[in-house]
């Protein structure tokens, strides 16, 4: 049995929760889903300039956690990017 998932802390909840390709119709794209957790390790990484020990302990997470994250969130940026994705970001399960 796996141990419980910890808490991790989101100081961040963005307005715009949903991005688009240009001129192709909502119902005809396929769609990224970007947990808050994944959002949230960008902005501290890519905005706050934070090492990943540093942006680690302000979500109350390990750094390999962090790590993980990070680059689960690149994996699908770039997906909704070069394959012309929706791009929804959604709160954790």
Not at 9 to 20: A, G, L, N
Not at 53 to 68: C, G, V, Y
């Amino acid at each position: 049995m796996p141990r419980p998932r910890r808490q991790r802390r989101i100081s961040f909840e963005p307005d715009v929760t949903y991005f688009k390709p240009a001129g192709v119709r909502k119902s005809e794209l396929e769609i990224v889903n970007l947990n808050l957790d994944e959002l949230e390790a960008l902005r501290l990484k890519n905005l706050k300039n934070l090492d990943q020990e540093q942006a680690a302990k302000e979500m109350k997470i390990s750094q390999p956690t962090f790590h993980r994250l990070l680059l689960e969130a690149r994996k699908k940026i770039t997906d909704a990017l070069v394959n012309g994705k929706a791009l929804k970001i959604e709160k954790n399960e």
